[in-house]
């Protein structure tokens, strides 16, 4: 069974802050995609990396995925109260189930 | 374009009810898959479909059952409501890229089994 170690649980920082969000598994993956789940909603595609090494930028968001292809890490550079969220990490292995594997995910408080 | 819906929004049940949750996607895709979603267990499929008239059973599938009669719609039925299945509940479809099969996810339904 895959599975997806997200880090920290829980984060509650002030506005302005940078913060970082790590996603790890031992298991290599084909892709790796981050979501972000507000209350009461479901959630919604942030980025998709595919390539060991890869670095995608989001406007204050930056992405990467570990060469490896095992891990890969959010950063959010002076955050925002609108950042407040859940943010899940998700890999694909492959196959054609389509199938992701999602972490428990990382709820992010950010206070005005 | 709606993207994927889902009705209702809203359902209180009594144990040993039964129920039906719709799922509608209007992106053409050939994937959908149901979740549940609980506090500190993160989402976990339930059954999945790789299109119409395919279902699949995910990682738990007790007490559920699918059916994926259209391409655009996809039934979740619980046969005889339990405590346990007191949950949020979010459908999801897929387009087939190979290399990143990015998920739309539906607003969710949150049911509660008294």
């Known amino acids: 069974t895959q599975l997806l170690e997200q880090s920290p649980q829980f984060l509650s920082i002030q506005e302005g802050e940078n913060l970082t969000v790590y996603c790890n598994s031992s298991s290599v993956f084909s892709s790796l995609q981050w979501y972000r789940q507000e209350p009461g909603e479901g959630p919604v595609l942030l980025v998709t990396v595919v390539t060991g090494g890869e670095v995608k930028k989001l406007k204050r968001l930056t992405f990467q995925f570990g060469d490896a292809r095992k891990d890969s890490s959010l950063h959010i550079t002076a955050a925002q109260p609108g950042d407040t969220g859940l943010y899940l990490c998700a890999g694909y292995s492959g196959g054609s189930n389509y199938k992701l594997t999602f972490g428990k995910g990382t709820l992010l408080t950010v206070n005005p | ?114």
């Open chain 2, 1 to 114: 374009n709606a993207g994927v819906t889902q009705t209702p929004k809203f359902r209180v049940l009594k144990t040993g009810q039964s129920m039906t949750l719709l799922c509608a996607q209007d992106m053409n895709h050939e994937y959908m898959y149901w979740y549940r979603q609980d506090p500190g267990m993160g989402l976990r499929l339930i059954h999945y479909s790789v299109g119409e008239g395919t279902t699949a059973k995910g990682e738990v599938p007790d007490g559920y059952n699918v059916s994926r009669l259209k391409k655009q719609n996809f039934l979740l039925g619980l046969e005889s409501a339990a405590p346990s299945q007191t949950s949020v509940y979010f459908c999801a479809s897929s387009s087939l890229d190979r290399n990143s099969p990015e998920q739309y996810f539906g607003p969710g339904t949150r049911l509660t089994v008294t």
